[in-house]
């Protein structure tokens, strides 16, 4: 996987350093929303960190529950399955917490050389396991390369699978990105083209607002 441009790698610092700082504010009112993932979690590409899919969540929840939202991200970019597995999940609390969302499969899928559908199963089996009842995972957004296209329909294919075996939510990052037509989608990314700005994020918190809104809700996965 290539290093990070320098604007790329200083979003990781920041962003990174922001999501820190907000886990450990103390808000007993607050509900607690851990979120696992990649780079797209963390918010590289975004104009400002207010402008990461995870921001635009919280703001979301809070404003139709009336309750402030303590984010625990413990994304990291580079992420793939096997690494949410080894690394974050043993991050997250071990309760207090009102919502769980883990979107990953991105790196899985363009930076494999051979994406095998069993490499990616295996680790996120395990995650599913791991996750409270009615927590969430993420399909893989559309990069309409034709190449990457095939696996990341591979990957869906997986994510729903595993899923219905474990009774989880599912958040269609992938239909919220493959309804804009290629010159909308190319204007809502990044300047490495690979990445989301902002407005592409809207399109991500779209697919995951409503199943965080479920789960503090109480409320099962659809079936």
């Not at 590409?45 to 984010?71: F, H, I, L, N, W």
């Not at 503090?216 to 996965?221: F, I, L, N």
Request: hydrophobic share 50%; glycine share 8%; net charge neutral.
């Amino acid at each position: 996987m290539p290093s990070p441009s320098g604007w790329q790698a200083q979003h990781d610092a920041d962003y990174r350093a922001h999501w820190h700082a907000l886990a450990a504010r103390a808000d007993p009112d607050a509900l607690t929303w851990v979120v696992l993932g990649d780079s797209a979690a963390v918010g590289i590409g975004a104009e400002s960190v207010e402008r990461t899919y995870v921001a635009q969540v919280a703001e979301r929840v809070a404003a139709e529950t009336g309750r402030p939202v303590r984010v625990v991200n413990l994304a990291v970019s580079g992420a793939m399955a096997k690494d949410v597995l080894a690394d974050q999940l043993p991050l997250m609390p071990a309760s207090g917490v009102d919502a769980v969302t883990c979107v990953v499969g991105g790196n899985d899928v363009t930076w494999a050389w051979r994406f095998r559908e069993a490499a990616f199963e295996e680790p996120l089996e395990a995650i599913a396991r791991a996750l409270p009842a009615g927590a969430t995972l993420g399909l893989v957004p559309t990069f309409r390369i034709p190449p990457f296209e095939a696996r990341v329909r591979r990957a869906n294919t997986v994510v729903r699978r595993v899923a219905a075996r474990h009774g989880l939510g599912v958040a269609d990052v992938h239909a919220a990105t493959w309804r804009r037509n290629l010159r909308h989608q190319v204007s809502r990314l990044a300047r490495d083209l690979f990445h989301p700005n902002g407005a592409g994020y809207e399109d991500w918190a779209a697919a995951v607002a409503p199943e965080v809104l479920r789960q503090v809700r109480g409320q099962a996965p659809a079936a």
